[in-house]
């Protein structure tokens, strides 16, 4: 199976963003940032490389951000999107 080079981006981009890991309190407001950029599948794999989720459970994670079933404050996204501004969000936005 070939790489996903979309995939490969965004988990060294989340790795620079949280060396630490993707925690709990974390992952619903990157899961809602990432959302718009890729399909279910691909989301779930990325979830699955950077979180402690599974990809079934984080396919159905990214399944309820898309159908607004679990709602992310506005402010938490943001919030994420200036730990990744440091680490190379503008690029990624550029390749993705």
């Known amino acids: 199976m070939q790489e996903n ?17 993707v925690g709990d309190e974390h992952y619903w407001a990157l899961l809602a940032f990432l959302e718009p950029h ?16 599974s990809y079934p459970e984080a396919y159905n994670d990214g399944l309820a951000i898309e159908s607004n079933s679990v709602s992310v404050p506005a402010t938490q996204i943001e919030m994420i999107a200036e730990r990744l501004r440091p680490v190379g969000l503008e690029d990624w936005l550029k390749i993705k």
Do not use: C, D, W, Y
């Open 5 to 21: 080079p979309a995939i490969s981006a965004t988990e060294a981009l989340i790795r620079r963003a949280f060396p630490e890991g």
């Open 38 to 53: 890729f399909s279910q599948r691909n989301l779930a794999t990325v979830m699955e490389l950077v979180s402690h989720k």
